[in-house]
């Protein structure tokens, strides 16, 4: 973009331009060992045995490196167990949130404005609070609340990996009517506006007409709430109270403790909790991104 | 259609902040019903305000800090990233790469992180330390004096990252034509940003504020991950949590302190609906 093509006619000028590339990548690259030796020094600890750390120190050249810590984290700590409390959790929650955010998006621009907005701001506003501010009668509603035997063993909404879900889809459909609201309002109201004069049903033109075109926003949002519900740690501290239910992010809390005079398998674990994150890091970077800067540049 | 949701939305999240005040006003410990007995005012208020409770204003105090430190050191340093990577410059995409990564962490992997690197005896910086001759290293997550500002910078790990994707994003947004025509009118680099791009922001700047400060508020894992909120990394979520937690069950005075904390998250939610129903087509 700038002016390298001819350093020789202005020298100064070019010199000092090139005095700012170098300050400029010196900065950069400081900043970028910064940020990534916190995760490589967990890395590093996660692949060293306990005895030569203790023998060595820990920052010390490695002789032995291997993944026994991933291996007795993943049977002593019941990874298997956590993971899968994870998804039952995540993945309902996600697919419900999306649906009824998706619906309520598509409703409210059926309404008058004055309607219209008052819904929003309390979706909205509702997923911004902390979580702390609601948990006190929360915590006490889950104690009182019956659930059908069928969704909760102790019949009660408190321990339930129902309950959770349930929490999880009331705290995030704010978000995510917000984002697909704004982002409805850029389709053209004539699609929607032809498939009724043909007598075509509201559930029908938001499953066959709406649902299609909000794809990308919805991929987004997908991949975002993922990461979102899997990463959370609050909700199952407080609602969940048997340890073998929690997903594994609340799980950790308890791993911290069992992990504790064992700083690799520690770090191990931590490392395992954050794989499907990674992944989602990986693979759906894309989609991530523009979930969270639809949120934030819409609207 | 929007019936469900919504009385979903008011029956757990509405309700239950609506009853954190009715219950601030009592002294309920959990226990049996509620009578007219455990009505006591403004009581739980009175013990939080004058000190009686003494973890109060030193959490109100941790909570400004982390906002401070947010607003002025992560934030502007995100919005830095933003800025240095929005030009064409070679690998661009590696070094946003990295300031993503901790983005999609929870912030309880964060923390354990973290203590890794602050660990006495097992952790990188102090092993460093000791390395280069310092005899006594600080006891970074231990010291009640020095806590805070390490989980500050654990927090900001991840907040860097994740203000300069929003920042890059609106970046994008501005119009390359007006940044075009003040370089040709001969402004700086800087001078291009501070006078066009960023009066051009000024959408995403609320944005980003708002973000930081609802972020401060909720502070919470990273702080309880560590040592469960106490010894100096008090915050007004850690209290209402202990609140609970704790064997003596004050309910009454959990929700008062949950009262303050819904009282103080009201003012950027409140920025942030106004901008929002500004924006609205009437």
């Known amino acids: ?299 | 259609m929007i019936g469900i949701p919504l009385f979903l939305d008011i029956a757990l999240i509405w309700g239950p902040a609506i009853a954190s005040i009715l219950l601030s006003l009592t002294n309920w410990n959990g226990i049996g019903g509620i009578t007219g007995k455990n009505l006591i005012g403004l009581r739980n208020y009175q013990d939080l305000f004058s000190g009686t409770y003494p973890f109060f204003w030193p959490a109100v105090a941790h909570n400004l800090i982390w906002l401070g430190f947010l607003m002025f050191v992560a934030t502007p340093l995100g919005i830095l990233m933003a800025v240095l990577l929005d030009r064409e410059i070679r690998g661009s995409r590696f070094y946003q790469t990295v300031f993503y990564i901790p983005v999609v962490l929870s912030l309880a992997v964060i923390g354990i992180i973290w203590q890794l690197q602050y660990s006495v005896d097992n952790g990188l910086i102090d092993n460093a330390l000791r390395g280069v001759g310092v005899a006594n290293p600080p006891d970074w997550f231990g010291d009640p004096s020095l806590n805070l500002w390490a989980a500050l910078v654990a927090a900001s790990w991840r907040h860097v990252g994740y203000i300069m994707i929003l920042y890059l994003a609106g970046l994008k947004s501005v119009d390359p034509a007006i940044r075009e025509a003040a370089r040709v009118d001969g402004a700086s680099e800087r001078q291009v940003f501070v006078h066009v791009v960023f009066p051009a922001m000024q959408p995403i700047n609320v944005v980003i504020v708002v973000i930081t400060a609802i972020e401060a508020l909720r502070a919470f894992d990273i702080a309880y991950i560590i040592n469960g909120g106490r010894n100096g990394l008090e915050l007004l979520s850690t209290l209402i949590t202990s609140s609970m937690l704790s064997e003596a069950s004050r309910v009454g005075f959990g929700s008062a302190i949950a009262v303050v904390l819904l009282v103080i998250s009201l003012v950027p939610i409140v920025i942030f609906l106004g901008r929002m129903m500004r924006e609205e087509p009437r």
Request: proline share 5%; glycine share 6%; with cysteine.
């Open chain 1, 1 to 299: 973009m700038t002016a390298t093509a001819h350093p020789t006619s202005i020298t100064g000028r070019a010199r000092r331009i090139r005095m700012r590339r170098v300050l400029l990548y010196g900065f950069l690259t400081l900043m970028a060992v910064a940020w990534l030796v916190p995760l490589l020094w967990a890395i590093y600890t996660a692949l060293r045995p306990y005895a030569e750390t203790q023998a060595k120190g820990y920052v010390s050249l490695p002789t032995t490196l291997s993944i026994d810590n991933f291996v007795n984290a993943w049977s002593t700590g019941n990874f298997p167990q956590f993971y899968l409390n994870s998804l039952i959790v995540t993945i309902p929650a996600v697919i419900i949130t999306l649906t009824i955010a998706s619906m309520v998006a598509f409703g409210v621009s059926k309404f008058s404005w004055r309607f219209n907005i008052l819904v929003l701001i309390l979706f909205t506003a509702g997923n911004l609070l902390p979580q702390q501010v609601i948990i006190v009668p929360l915590y006490r509603l889950y104690l009182a609340l019956p659930l059908p035997r069928l969704v909760s063993d102790n019949g009660l909404f408190y321990d339930q990996y129902f309950g959770i879900a349930v929490i999880h889809i009331a705290f995030q459909m704010g978000f995510c009517i917000f984002v697909l609201s704004n982002y409805m309002k850029t389709l053209s109201p004539e699609l929607t506006e032809a498939a009724l004069v043909d007598g075509a049903s509201v559930v029908r033109i938001w499953w066959s007409i709406i649902l299609p075109l909000c794809r990308p926003a919805l991929a987004a949002l997908a991949t975002l709430e993922f990461t979102f519900i899997y990463n959370d740690f609050f909700w199952a501290l407080i609602l969940m109270k048997t340890g073998l239910k929690r997903p594994i992010t609340s799980a950790l809390q308890n791993l911290q403790g069992q992990f504790y005079t064992d700083t690799n398998m520690l770090a191990a674990g931590a490392m395992l909790a954050a794989i499907p994150t990674i992944l989602v890091f990986i693979a759906l970077q894309r989609h991530f991104i523009s979930g969270l800067t639809l949120g934030a540049t819409k609207g």
